[in-house]
């Protein structure tokens, strides 16, 4: 089946009596010619590239305009000593999602979930679980079939390019993909997923692409952190049985609609929001002159 529709693998699930990612899987195969056995290898290699962004990860580093690096550093540091607000797995969600998109800015190698600018969404929610025993590699590598299939219906209905539809369309999608992914890992129905995805969506409607200096390192590394946190946050509703008022499937085609009206200076241009700002265009003149 085409994956581009919560509605419709909702009712696979429920006709076949398969899981979310079964289906998932079961598509690819189908609509690329992979083999299941190739497809989980290549996941495994994605969920390891996940793994090494963060575990190589230098609070040392400095992006080429030093806008961004250390700040992973300085939120593992506060999560020692701070007694974080939030507590201390979502301390580490945000530590993991910080470390992955510094990573990204300064060159280093990350997996792209759904792109490069959002790739510290997804493994800052899932490895603080795995470094706590509460997840396996392989419920992992299954999980992120869950990703795979919320970001297809995604792709399918709207967009996954900042340069197409806004930030909604890169933090909001991967937020998405780990609300669902969260919600599936804590045993949560196709319908929860579903819910968790859209609830995770709607909450960043409208939320522009405006890179300072057309670089994707700011909003984009902060953001990463917001889009994790608002993907538990998602998932935790879900799961108490709070649904969406909004249809997940609508949900999706009103952010592709909201993309289409954005206007060209909100969509990866550097030209509106921060970037357009007194500071934001002294920080892209002086990286350019
Ligand atoms: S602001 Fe733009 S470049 Fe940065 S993460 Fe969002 S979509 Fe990507």
Redesign the pocket.
């Known amino acids: 089946m085409k994956l581009d529709s919560f509605a419709e693998i909702i009712n696979a699930c429920a006709d076949s009596g398969k899981s979310f990612p079964q289906i998932v899987a079961e598509s690819n195969t189908e609509n690329f010619g992979i083999a299941p056995a190739d497809a989980y290898t290549r996941m495994r290699a994605i969920w390891r590239t996940m793994l090494d962004s963060v575990k190589n990860y230098d609070p040392a580093d400095r992006s080429a305009s030093g806008l961004s690096g250390g700040d992973g550093g300085k939120m593992d540091a506060y999560a020692v000593d701070g007694a974080p607000l939030c507590g201390d797995y979502l301390a580490d969600v945000m530590a993991c999602a910080l470390k992955t998109a510094e990573s990204n800015a300064c060159m280093k190698r990350i997996a792209a979930a759904p792109?490069?600018?959002?790739c510290g969404v997804l493994p800052a929610v899932l490895l603080p679980l795995y470094r706590r025993g509460l997840l396996t590699e392989d419920d992992a590598i299954d999980a992120l079939f869950v990703s795979a299939g919320i970001g297809s219906v995604i792709a399918e209905r709207a967009s996954m390019?900042?340069?197409e539809a806004?930030?909604q369309?890169?933090?909001g999608a991967a937020s998405a993909m780990a609300a669902g992914t969260l919600v599936y890992i804590r045993k949560g129905s196709p319908a929860q997923i579903a819910a968790a995805a859209g609830i995770a969506l709607q909450n960043l409607m409208g939320?522009?692409?405006?890179?300072v200096a057309g670089l994707?390192?700011v909003?984009?590394v902060k953001?990463?952190a917001a889009g994790a946190v608002n993907a538990c946050a998602a998932a935790d509703m879900a799961l108490a049985g709070i649904t969406s008022r909004i249809p997940p499937d609508q949900i999706v085609d009103a952010m592709g609609a909201v993309g289409r009206r954005l206007d060209e200076s909100l969509r990866?241009t550097g030209r509106g929001?921060l970037a357009a700002t007194p500071e934001g265009k002294r920080i892209a003149q002086e990286f350019y002159k």
């Open positions: 792109t490069a600018g959002a390019s900042g340069a806004g930030c369309a890169e933090i939320l522009v692409c405006d890179p994707v390192e909003p984009c953001r990463n990866e929001g």
